[in-house]
């Protein structure tokens, strides 16, 4: 089943001020099966984030469709969906990760991971197991659970965006060079995590500098090249 | 996923002046932002419409003079709009404009179903009484005439802002400007309002206390799923509170989107001068 459809799709950022306007991706054409790794590689610039960030509707779609086939909500195009459909996706279906980590001050890690769970009508039980879960399990340091993440390292603000994302077992995750900046270690962890979630069902899109490391986990892999997006492999990935 | 609006907000206006043919219209050459160069008529709110979901945090966005205040009040009945209406879901009030009702009914819908935060403590706490005073005051209001229960619902919210109870007795006039905000919260929920109006509620607070209302506000709504309208001019406070945002100038609605989208991909001219002085 295609759970993700892009036909025509187009962006461009028009900067007012400078009276320009930037062609940023135009006519993408490309479907994804429900439960597959899509891996999208290709140079900076290259128009990788647009895609993703219009799919989350971070960035207004202006040209084409994004067809997205919701468990709830049926099939909606997410280039012409409302702001609250938007939400609804967002709490309940569709999960974003990227190596940055924006959340309200003055609340804990664990608070954070619970109250994913809890905007998603999760009980409190349910909510305090499952975040103490997926805190484990991304090997966050219990020490840490109830301090403020603005004085983590960057590993560890990644690792707790990957867990607020993943404990809402999204159907469709969009993870944007979600091992920027990792060591090896954690990147590991990133990478069983994702086999984790696609065993589950999961959906995943990922953009990856060093795509090597998802190594026999991708289905398909994308090269933005020309701003187009064109299949580079197929099946099993291998190195070199 | 497809209820109806709580508050639904359309064609608000309100201007000081009595206006002239050469501002009715918005693009006119005699408007200098909302002034009226030929008769001095201040067009304070031109055409603000917008819908306000069941537990939803709207954010309002705009520069200072933009009319976010004098909505907010128009919408709170302090003062009167020169046209527009206003539309609450709850069945009493179905299909009426309440900005047409007696001020009979305005007086129910504000102890009933409103909450007012001001931007300035002053206008929303009488000064010189006790805290807790402060807050029985809106709960008599209300209908409530049980003197314990009072005590204990007025102590529960000042426990709840972080107001510590030996100082209830204190008048606000003494607290430091986070505290009387805090206080002013605790009031403005003491009644449950299933609406609840909030503006620039950490402006001028330093970072810590800004931090620790957010952080009230965000918890106020996870539990009691109150609907807000969250007006200010700082768009790191609408970042961390709203999902949805408007962008006001000059009294009209320019933008309105996800709020992540309205701060990396703004559509406007002005959003986008806005969004890029912060970075
Ligand atoms: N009573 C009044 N008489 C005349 N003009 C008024 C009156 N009250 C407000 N205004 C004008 O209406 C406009 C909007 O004011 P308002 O207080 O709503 O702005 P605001 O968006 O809340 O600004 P801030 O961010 O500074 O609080 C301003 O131009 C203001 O000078
Ligand atoms: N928010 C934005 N505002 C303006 N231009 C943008 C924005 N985001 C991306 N762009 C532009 O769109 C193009 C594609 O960028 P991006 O999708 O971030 O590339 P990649 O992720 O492949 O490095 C670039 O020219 C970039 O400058
Ligand atoms: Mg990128
Ligand atoms: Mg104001
Ligand atoms: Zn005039």
């Not at chain 1, 991971?113 to 219990?142: C, I, K, S, Y």
Request: hydrophobic content about 40%; some cysteine; charged content about 20%.
């Amino acid at each position: 089943m295609t759970i993700v459809e892009l036909n025509g799709f187009g962006k461009a950022f028009t900067i007012h001020h400078l009276n320009k306007t930037i062609p940023a991706v135009n006519n993408i054409q490309f479907s994804m099966d429900a439960g597959e790794f899509i891996g999208i590689i290709g140079k900076s610039g290259s128009g990788k984030s647009t895609i993703l960030k219009s799919i989350y509707r971070t960035y207004l779609p202006d040209a084409g469709e994004i067809i997205y086939q919701s468990k709830q909500l049926g099939r909606i195009d997410l280039a012409q969906a409302t702001e609250r459909e938007m939400i609804f996706l967002r709490k309940n279906e569709i999960g974003y990760v990227s190596q940055f980590l924006n959340v309200m001050p003055r609340t804990t890690c664990r608070e954070l991971v619970q109250n994913a769970l809890l905007e998603m009508g999760e009980t409190r039980e349910t909510a305090r197991t499952e975040a103490e879960n997926a805190l484990t399990h991304f090997e966050m340091d219990p020490a840490l659970w109830d301090s403020y993440p603005n004085t983590f390292s960057g590993g560890e603000k990644l690792r707790l965006n990957i867990a607020m994302a993943t404990v809402k077992k999204p159907r469709l995750l969009l993870l944007d060079e979600p091992t920027a900046s990792l060591d090896q270690h954690s990147k590991i962890k990133v990478r069983e995590m994702i086999e984790k979630l696609k065993q589950q069902g999961t959906t995943l899109v990922g953009i990856f500098h060093d795509i090597e490391f998802m190594e026999g986990l991708c289905d398909k892999v994308f090269d933005m090249k020309t701003n187009q997006m064109s299949l580079a492999f197929e099946g099993v990935l291998h190195e070199g | 996923m497809y209820e109806k609006p709580i508050l639904q907000v359309k064609h608000l206006q309100k201007q000081f002046g009595e206006g002239c043919p050469h501002c009715f219209d918005k693009e006119s050459v005699y408007l200098e932002k909302n002034y009226c160069t030929v008769c001095g008529t201040v067009h304070a709110v031109r055409d603000v419409s917008f819908d306000l979901y069941p537990g939803e945090v709207l954010g309002i966005v705009g520069e200072s003079g933009s009319g976010k205040s004098t909505m907010l009040q128009g919408l709170y009945f302090d003062s009167s709009m020169t046209s527009g209406a206003v539309y609450i879901n709850q069945s009493e009030l179905t299909g009426q404009n309440v900005l047409s009702l007696s001020s009979q009914q305005k007086r129910y819908i504000r102890n009933y179903i409103y909450g007012m935060v001001y931007q300035n403590p002053v206008d929303g706490l009488k000064m010189k009484f006790s805290s807790i005073g402060n807050i029985a005051e809106k709960m008599i209001a209300a209908g409530n005439r049980n003197v314990s229960n009072i005590e204990k619902r007025s102590k529960e919210l000042l426990e709840n802002v972080h107001i510590p109870l030996r100082r209830m007795k204190e008048e606000p006039q003494y607290f430091s400007g986070g505290m009387q905000q805090r206080v002013q919260i605790a009031k403005a929920l003491s009644n449950n309002p299933p609406i609840l109006f909030l503006d620039e509620v950490t402006t001028g607070l330093d970072l810590s206390v800004q931090a620790s209302v957010l952080d009230l506000i965000k918890q106020i709504q996870r539990e009691l799923h109150i609907s807000m309208v969250v007006v200010s001019h700082d768009l790191a406070v609408i970042r961390m509170l709203a999902d949805r945002s408007i962008v006001m100038l000059n009294g009209e609605v320019i933008e309105n989107g996800l709020t992540d989208q309205i701060l990396e991909d703004p559509q406007h001219e002005y959003t986008q001068q806005l969004v890029y002085s912060l970075l």
